[in-house]
């Protein structure tokens, strides 16, 4: 059946109509030759860390123009696809590379990957994909050798401060870093709290704790909960949380206890030895010193002491001072010779080789002994009469001279001299004399009452 006339005329003029409004309209097309092309280099990121690693990873992808046409400005990135945690992230277009950081501080361990896009309106190959692909490893993992640290108080020790140092270990892997000391809980039955500080050294392959102890009284710490017979009867006790931001283990606490008298220690009576000496006299008596030890398990009680060389308080060897040690007792003896008057002191340290204590060989404290030397003048000597000779032989022509000198300290004074021989005259040039200068006494026959002979 033909159409009926003019029944196609309706559609054809609807196409012209079309075509003029087209033709009409100022329109501008980009050839594809003359548009600029996305490349980015390299297509798969690598990145990589460990879980719950608080420090994110960055990273720059090149992105650039492979066509000699067009520009890259106002080109996008945007994570599509991987990235439902949240864990990457994209910065801006600059300098002709995109910027990424990957943080595994909330991942466990595994692999992540996203999709990053890159859009671009006036790029030919908009949008252009690019991977990352981010491992997140094992963490760091706090180990101690052990989580007990043990000072061990004696009663010399009071008011001493005493340093241990552990070491911590990282059994997991990346580096352990960030590591804190929370605060310091002293056992609440305790009289005296604040006796302990703690401080990190960290450094590039080591992370250290230093312990710093302040000994106390014996009555500053609590009964000890299981007394042993010549063992620790007094304890004290603080712990501690070590922190790591890094650490998937943190926080560990750390126990320490400061025991009193626990520990294998040389005990000196006396603890020190005092001798006096005069100026060129003699040397003074040896003494002796008893040594026994405190909290050893050992029976019989130990005999093998062994004494080290006489030290001065710089650490110099000193001469004047010896000593000796045979079982548990050590002999010292003094020389003064060839000192002047004065103080001198010295020490003799006291070591013992390890003892078995608690099941185990440990070592015994040593222990030095103090000595002084008081070198003193020597005693004053009261003056007394020293005569050259006495007895002499005179003649009625010929005197005999007899010199009298002191033979104690200072001054010998108040000389006289007397006879009860009528023939006997004595005279003396001096009445006093020194033991240096001397008095003369002469003696004569008298020139008129002679005797044949006298005494």
């Known amino acids: 059946m033909r159409p009926a006339r003019g029944s196609l005329v309706q559609p054809r003029l609807g196409v012209l109509m079309a075509l003029a409004m087209l033709l009409a309209c100022d329109v501008s097309v980009t050839p594809p030759a003359e548009m600029a092309t996305i490349g980015v280099s390299p297509r798969n990121v690598l990145m990589r860390s460990f879980a719950r690693n608080p420090d994110a990873i960055s990273e720059t992808v090149d992105v650039f123009n492979n066509s000699e046409f067009g520009s890259l400005q106002g080109i996008q990135a945007t994570v599509t696809s991987g990235n439902e945690s949240g864990w990457l992230t994209v910065g801006g277009f600059a300098d002709g590379k995109i910027s990424l950081e990957a943080s595994a501080a909330a991942l466990v361990e595994g692999t992540y990957t996203a999709t990053v896009e890159l859009t671009l309106s006036s790029a030919t190959n908009s949008p252009r994909a690019f991977t990352v692909d981010f491992f997140v490893g094992d963490g760091p993992v706090l180990a101690f050798t052990s989580d007990t640290v043990q000072f061990h108080n004696t009663p010399n020790d009071a008011g001493d401060q005493f340093t241990k140092t552990m070491a911590v270990a990282n059994e997991g892997g990346g580096r352990l870093s960030r590591l804190a000391i929370g605060t310091i809980t002293y056992h609440p039955d305790d009289p005296l709290k604040d006796w302990l500080s703690v401080s990190v050294v960290e450094s590039a392959d080591s992370v250290i704790l230093e312990f710093l102890a302040t000994y106390v009284n014996r009555t500053d710490c609590r009964p000890f909960p299981r007394p042993l017979s010549r063992l620790a009867d007094r304890l004290c006790s603080a712990e501690f949380p070590v922190i790591s931001a890094v650490a998937a283990n943190s926080p560990q606490v750390v126990t320490v206890l400061l025991t009193f008298d626990n520990e294998p220690t040389i005990f000196l009576s006396p603890k020190g030895v005092n001798f006096v000496a005069d100026e060129g006299g003699e040397n003074p008596p040896s003494q002796d010193v008893e040594l026994s030890a405190t909290g050893v398990l050992d029976d019989p009680p130990l005999t093998n002491y062994q004494v080290g060389s006489p030290l001065d308080p710089g650490g110099n060897p000193v001469n004047w001072l010896s000593a000796s040690v045979v079982g548990s007792t050590v002999t010292l003896a003094a020389d003064p010779t060839g000192l002047l008057r004065g103080l001198y002191d010295a020490g003799v340290e006291v070591t013992h080789p390890q003892v078995l204590s608690r099941g185990s060989f440990v070592d015994v404290q040593p222990d030095t002994i103090r000595v002084t030397l008081t070198v003193e003048p020597p005693p004053r000597v009261q003056p007394f009469i020293v005569l050259s000779t006495d007895n002499v032989t005179i003649t009625p022509t010929t005197a005999a001279f007899i010199e009298i000198t002191n033979g104690g300290d200072g001054l010998l ?24 200068a001397a ?4 003696v004569s026959v008298h020139p008129t009452n002679r005797p044949a002979t006298g005494t």
């Open 413 to 436: 004074t108040g000389l006289t001299v007397s006879s009860e021989a009528t023939w006997l005259l004595a005279f003396l040039d001096s009445n006093s004399a020194t033991s240096t």
């Open 439 to 442: 008095a003369t006494l002469s």
